[in-house]
């Protein structure tokens, strides 16, 4: 019963996004003259269907995979042989850019899945960010490679391998895809500018960089009660609670928690004010609530607001989040190649059904911002060099372009046997990895 949830949201996943990808390539065949003959969503023995016009649409028994089978598609096969060189309906007698755009009207119609629905979802629920300046570092975990860089908690990063004016996101996705290798930081510490060299350790978990240092607190104080504690410690609103009792602060659930359980003995509070690390020691007062018997007399909140967004702005905002983002997976590319970044972080269906239930469990705007990224994944991995992948096929097209003729039948068969190959390894790997996952963090 516990994989029942997971498997089924996983489908509903996987064969959403199957069907647009599919039917980017079904819509564009159509639209250049091209016969389809089959519209399957899975792979492997037909299980049931209908035929509409020249067209079979059916559901096939493996159920992670689809394709559109097209009249003369297969490349192994000599155009000139049989009913290809005859039917003008034919993949292969339709000219090159023609086969290219019925190519990439699959991934194309993943991206446009991802960014319709960040949009809508962004009309329902924009996260808007607090403006804030260059990123200061709240905390520094002792003996981390922060730490031995010489960074302290004040410190302003404004600079981390040549890009200037960094986001704390931009820190932290340098620091993820740097693992083993030096990241060069300028700060200002003190006032004064000073250079430094620090070298992310690879997390044997998640497989990414970890400094050691943190970003600007998520949770601020919006109230302080009036002859409080926190008011006699001089806590103000706007403040931005770093830790309580040396426990960082996650949500405003931490500070209520470590609070409740002192006993009404004095907790000590870091917290950052106009980009100063400011502590101060708070004795809470009784409230006569059973359930929460200590307070020090503050109201906190999660930092920034969420608003619904027009139409125009949030498509603006959902193409940015989305380039963004595939940004990001290119250079998780690049960085696993380059051993910065684990293979492990690398996610196969186990993993993809583990993260649509935990998603689906927290309500359906998890679930579709998952399928968003994913759909996005989905297309980047497709457009990849990679023979037997839409990219492969668009790099043959490529190549057959500049040298102005077909390649040989012996060639392709080569390349996409070696294509095949690769893949089946990958999936190997991932499948070993999502198992090798569940046996760790169970």
Same mark, same amino acid.
């Given at each position: 019963?516990?994989? &029942?949830?997971?498997?089924?949201?996983?489908?509903? &996943?996987?064969?959403?996004?199957?069907?647009?990808?599919?039917?980017?390539?079904?819509?564009?065949?159509?639209?250049?003259?091209?016969?389809?003959?089959?519209?399957?969503? $899975?792979?492997?023995?037909?299980?049931?269907?209908?035929?509409?016009?020249?067209?079979?649409?059916?559901?096939?028994?493996?159920?992670?995979?689809?394709?559109?089978?097209?009249? $003369?598609?297969?490349?192994?096969?000599?155009?000139?042989?049989?009913?290809?060189?005859?039917?003008?309906?034919?993949?292969?007698?339709?000219?090159?850019?023609?086969?290219?755009?019925?190519?990439?009207?699959?991934?194309?119609?993943?991206?446009?899945?991802?960014?319709?629905?960040?949009?809508?979802?962004?009309?329902?629920?924009?996260?808007?960010?607090?403006?804030?300046?260059?990123?200061?570092?709240?905390?520094?975990?002792?003996?981390?490679?922060?730490?031995?860089?010489?960074?302290?908690?004040?410190?302003?990063?404004?600079?981390?391998?040549?890009?200037?004016?960094? %986001?704390?996101?931009?820190?932290? %996705?340098?620091?993820?895809?740097?693992?083993?290798? #030096?990241?060069?930081?300028?700060?200002?510490?003190? $006032?004064?500018?000073?250079?430094?060299?620090?070298?992310?350790?690879?997390?044997?978990?998640?497989?990414?960089?970890?400094?050691?240092?943190?970003?600007?607190?998520?949770?601020?104080?919006?109230?302080?009660?009036?002859?409080?504690?926190?008011?006699?410690?001089?806590?103000?609103?706007?403040?931005?609670?770093?830790?309580?009792?040396?426990?960082?602060?996650?949500?405003?659930?931490?500070?209520?928690?470590?609070?409740?359980?002192?006993?009404?003995?004095?907790?000590?509070?870091?917290?950052?004010?106009?980009?100063?690390?400011?502590?101060?020691?708070?004795?809470?007062?009784?409230?006569?609530?059973?359930?929460?018997?200590?307070?020090?007399g503050v109201a906190l909140k999660p930092r920034g607001e969420i608003v619904k967004l027009a139409f125009g702005p949030a498509f603006v905002e959902s193409v940015r989040f989305n380039?963004?983002?595939?940004?990001?997976?290119?250079?998780?590319?690049? #960085?696993?190649?380059?051993?910065?970044? #684990?293979?492990?972080?690398?996610?196969?269906?186990?993993?993809?059904?583990?993260?649509?239930?935990?998603?689906?469990?927290? $309500?359906?705007?998890?679930?579709?911002? &998952?399928?968003?990224?994913?759909?996005?994944?989905?297309?980047?991995?497709?457009?990849?060099?990679?023979?037997?992948?839409?990219?492969?096929?668009?790099?043959?097209?490529?190549?057959?372009?500049?040298?102005?003729?077909?390649?040989?039948?012996?060639?392709?068969?080569?390349?996409?046997?070696?294509?095949?190959?690769?893949?089946?390894?990958?999936?190997?790997?991932?499948?070993?990895?999502?198992?090798?996952?569940?046996?760790?963090?169970?």
């Amino acid at each position: 019963m516990g994989w &029942l949830g997971p498997v089924f949201w996983v489908a509903i &996943l996987l064969g959403v996004m199957i069907l647009i990808h599919e039917l980017g390539h079904f819509c564009a065949a159509l639209a250049v003259g091209i016969k389809v003959e089959v519209f399957s969503i $899975g792979l492997g023995p037909r299980l049931f269907g209908f035929r509409r016009g020249e067209t079979d649409f059916r559901i096939s028994a493996i159920p992670f995979g689809g394709y559109v089978r097209m009249l $003369g598609q297969d490349p192994m096969q000599d155009p000139a042989d049989q009913k290809i060189s005859a039917d003008p309906r034919s993949f292969q007698t339709k000219p090159r850019w023609q086969r290219a755009f019925v190519v990439i009207a699959g991934p194309l119609m993943n991206v446009v899945l991802a960014i319709a629905i960040v949009t809508g979802l962004y009309m329902y629920a924009f996260p808007k960010e607090v403006d804030s300046t260059d990123p200061v570092i709240s905390n520094i975990v002792a003996g981390s490679p922060a730490a031995q860089a010489g960074l302290e908690p004040g410190d302003r990063i404004i600079q981390v391998e040549g890009q200037k004016n960094p %986001t704390w996101q931009d820190v932290l %996705t340098r620091e993820a895809f740097s693992a083993n290798h #030096s990241l060069h930081v300028v700060i200002l510490h003190k $006032g004064q500018r000073e250079n430094v060299v620090v070298t992310p350790r690879m997390d044997p978990k998640e497989g990414i960089g970890v400094a050691g240092w943190m970003g600007d607190p998520d949770v601020e104080v919006v109230e302080v009660v009036k002859d409080s504690p926190a008011a006699a410690a001089g806590l103000k609103i706007g403040d931005l609670f770093i830790s309580v009792n040396h426990q960082p602060v996650a949500s405003t659930a931490t500070t209520q928690q470590v609070v409740a359980k002192s006993g009404g003995k004095p907790v000590e509070v870091v917290f950052l004010r106009d980009g100063r690390i400011l502590k101060v020691s708070i004795t809470p007062k009784p409230t006569g609530d059973s359930k929460v018997p200590w307070h020090i007399g503050v109201a906190l909140k999660p930092r920034g607001e969420i608003v619904k967004l027009a139409f125009g702005p949030a498509f603006v905002e959902s193409v940015r989040f989305n380039v963004r983002n595939a940004s990001m997976i290119f250079e998780a590319l690049r #960085s696993i190649v380059e051993q910065r970044v #684990s293979p492990k972080t690398l996610e196969g269906p186990i993993g993809i059904a583990r993260m649509s239930g935990e998603a689906a469990q927290e $309500g359906p705007l998890s679930f579709l911002f &998952l399928m968003a990224i994913v759909s996005l994944n989905l297309a980047i991995v497709n457009l990849l060099p990679i023979p037997i992948l839409d990219g492969g096929t668009l790099l043959m097209l490529a190549v057959e372009m500049l040298i102005q003729r077909d390649m040989s039948l012996q060639l392709k068969e080569t390349v996409f046997k070696l294509g095949f190959v690769f893949l089946m390894m990958v999936v190997v790997f991932v499948i070993y990895n999502d198992i090798s996952k569940i046996f760790v963090n169970g």
